[in-house]
């Protein structure tokens, strides 16, 4: 895609709520791997099928524009909301977020070093903001478009959080952006096993293990609000139709977020 010719969805419109029917954001989920199309993805040079699953926040190599300024990753765009207040401190942190060109660097350290500045009310509106940058990106970075494009149309798309820790809001971390597979992580901790001793193994177990290890995408079931496989899920989705994916906009507007300095209207935003 090339060119992008995104329509304003009708949100009273039947045929548009259908398109993202059953994605519910910050809603528990359960994914049989073994019944659903499931592509996980964690590290930036995860790969399946020949592609190359660099789909989370803190993967560069996809800069796009937001409202106006340029951003090395989805990441330090996402932490500008947490900072969103109209205060020149505010703005500063913004602006140091904005010039970091590693995500991790921008969560584990810029943020951690202003957390006391956070908005109050920012569990409130992370998730309709996290969709809100992540669509940014779709339409500013025609690589990572094409990359979501990529994906099989029935992919249940998840952020394997299986090695994530921490709480978020009183959460734990790993259940509200991904989702674990206990499962999953037993199983790949045999095959770790296995493969440390491949050298000293018979061919006839060699061939047993290369068959497991193609059956790993079907291991288990994850659990979790996966709000990050969500959020990409619509994104595609709305790609696919050239729509723009169902943002609250009305939520939005109403928390008064300002990005370095400006108050966000998000006026023309159902016409990108």
Known sequence: ???????????????????????????????????????????????????????????????????GHIFSTCESAYLCGEFSLNTPMHAEI????????????????????YKEYIREDWEEIRLQWMLYVVWHKCIGNADFRDLLLSLPKDAVIIENSNIVRGRVNGNNRDMVWGAKNDELKEFENHLKFNEKHAPFLKPEYLKK????????????????????????????????NKVAPPIDYDLLREKKIHLFGELLTFDKEETL
Request: aromatic share 10%; glycine share 10%.
């Open 94 to 113: 913004q602006h140091e977020l904005q010039e970091q060109k590693n995500g991790f660097v921008s969560k584990k350290f810029i943020k951690n070093k």
């Open 209 to 240: 293990l290369e068959e497991e290890r193609a059956s790993i995408y079907y291991v288990g079931h994850f659990e979790g609000q996966n709000n990050m496989g969500k959020v990409l899920k619509m994104c595609q989705i709305a790609l696919l």
């Open 1 to 67: 895609m090339n060119e992008l010719h995104i329509l304003g969805g009708n949100r009273h419109d039947s045929s548009y709520q259908s398109l993202f029917e059953g994605i519910v954001l910050g809603r528990m989920e359960t994914y049989d791997a073994s019944k659903l199309n499931c592509w996980a993805f964690h590290k930036s040079t995860d790969e399946r099928d020949g592609i190359t699953l660099s789909l989370g926040n803190l993967c560069g190599g996809y800069p796009f524009s937001l409202c």
